[in-house]
């Protein structure tokens, strides 16, 4: 049977620790599906078409098995969104105890409402712990410089964005 995982997020913006855990998680399924979350009655920083725009190209330039992952968007619940794509995985990344404890138990609720669906946690890697999407959109509104957290692209696209909004 093939492996899927589901790596779920809002991605607004996209960030190097985002990309981290997409590069190291991709090696351990058959198939890795990132699913970008719809909130509906949420305003988001990026549209949703722009933040999936800038992962596609991300994912692209990471340079990975080009069929080993795909770009799905979701609304609802992540464990359905998961078992509509028939993956037995959801994918999250842990920076902190306060990622820990959220985290956890988001696991084993989802476990018990999809006992065929597991959480694989991947550990923040050193030196991109500290990014958060939050963090970034934040900096960018106050026109700080963002450069460290997100590629290039994503600098460029935020700029862009907050113009068009001035
Ligand atoms: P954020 O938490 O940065 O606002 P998301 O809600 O889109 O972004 O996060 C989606 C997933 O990515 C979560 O599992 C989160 O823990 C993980 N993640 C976000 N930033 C990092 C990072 N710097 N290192 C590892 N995992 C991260």
Redesign the pocket.
């Known amino acids: 049977m093939e492996r899927i995982g589901f790596?779920?997020?809002?991605?607004?913006p996209v960030?190097?620790?985002?990309l981290?855990?997409i590069r190291r998680s991709e090696k351990l399924f058959d198939k890795l599906i990132v699913g970008v979350?719809i909130h509906h009655g949420k305003t988001p920083f990026l549209q949703f078409d722009v933040r999936i725009d800038l992962l596609r190209g991300q994912i692209k330039a990471l340079k990975l098995a080009s069929d080993s992952i795909d770009i799905r968007t979701f609304d609802g619940l992540t464990v359905d969104a998961a078992d509509s794509f028939g993956a037995q995985f959801i994918?999250?990344?842990?920076?902190d105890s306060t990622?820990f404890d959220y985290?956890v138990q988001m696991a084993g609720t989802n476990s018990q409402m999809i006992g065929s669906i597991d959480t694989v946690f991947?550990?923040?890697?050193t030196g991109?712990?500290?990014?958060?999407?939050?963090f970034?959109r934040q900096i960018a509104q106050l026109d700080g410089d963002i450069t460290a957290f997100v590629p290039a692209e994503v600098v460029s696209e935020i700029k862009r964005s907050l113009n068009a909004h001035q």
């Open positions: 790596y779920p997020g809002s991605f607004d960030t190097f620790g985002h981290d855990i979350g994918v999250r990344g842990l920076r990622d985290e991947i550990p923040a890697s991109l712990r500290h990014i958060a999407a939050k970034v």
